[in-house]
């Protein structure tokens, strides 16, 4: 029988109460990660929905932000949602002057490019590699990416209220995944599934 994989979320500010109960609904165990200490034996981490700049600041606080950057630059699955995709984004357009960011996908993205807390959406996207049809998908203060480089694929897009074009709001790069919107504040859980298997593969 294989060990049951270990996934930790950043629990530094932001949904991590909802990310803990959609990881343990796929069956895996679940693990807050507020210090270096709680890094170890993780076989994949969730950066969660919140305030970007808040939780860059604190993992600097709680000496964070260098262990968890190494353990992601030797392969460490992650999936950020939302705040989660600004930090693991190699560049941030709009950003505070002193943010810093985890760099594990080399993607840009514009913080709170969907607009205000009041101009927050809901819709149904299509993302590449997610079975059952559409997803629904909730954008509050939302990112999205402006580019990416070699190498990252494109799982979704979706036109923005009020715009034309279509912007991108899902990204994979190997084992670090990224949307711009957040399954955890749903009962959908076909995310968080594949953020799992994404685990499971690189167990």
């Not at 507020?34 to 969730?46: N, Q, S, W």
């Not at 460490?76 to 594990?104: H, N, W």
Request: include cysteine.
């Amino acid at each position: 029988m294989s060990r049951t994989p270990v996934v930790g979320v950043l629990a530094l500010q932001g949904d991590v109460r909802e990310h803990l109960r959609a990881l343990t609904a796929c069956g895996v165990d679940v693990r807050p990660v507020r210090r270096p200490a709680e890094l170890a034996g993780l076989d994949g981490i969730v950066l969660p929905g919140g305030e970007s700049t808040t939780i860059d600041k604190l993992s600097r606080i709680f000496g964070l932000r260098d262990p968890l950057r190494a353990a992601l630059d030797a392969g460490l699955p992650a999936y950020g949602s939302c705040a989660g995709m600004i930090l693991l984004a190699k560049r941030v357009l709009d950003g505070t002057e002193d943010q810093q960011t985890f760099g594990a996908l080399d993607i840009t993205v514009r913080r709170n490019a969907f607009g205000r807390q009041v101009e927050s959406f809901e819709t149904d996207v299509d993302l590449d590699g997610v079975a059952g049809g559409p997803v629904h998908a909730v954008f509050i203060r939302a990112p999205w990416v402006e580019s990416i480089d070699d190498g990252v694929q494109v799982l979704g897009a979706v036109v923005p209220p009020g715009l034309r074009e279509s912007k991108i709001i899902a990204v994979r790069h190997e084992n670090v995944l990224a949307t711009s919107f957040h399954p955890e504040v749903t009962d959908e859980l076909r995310i968080h599934r594949y953020f799992v298997d994404l685990v499971r593969a690189a167990s």
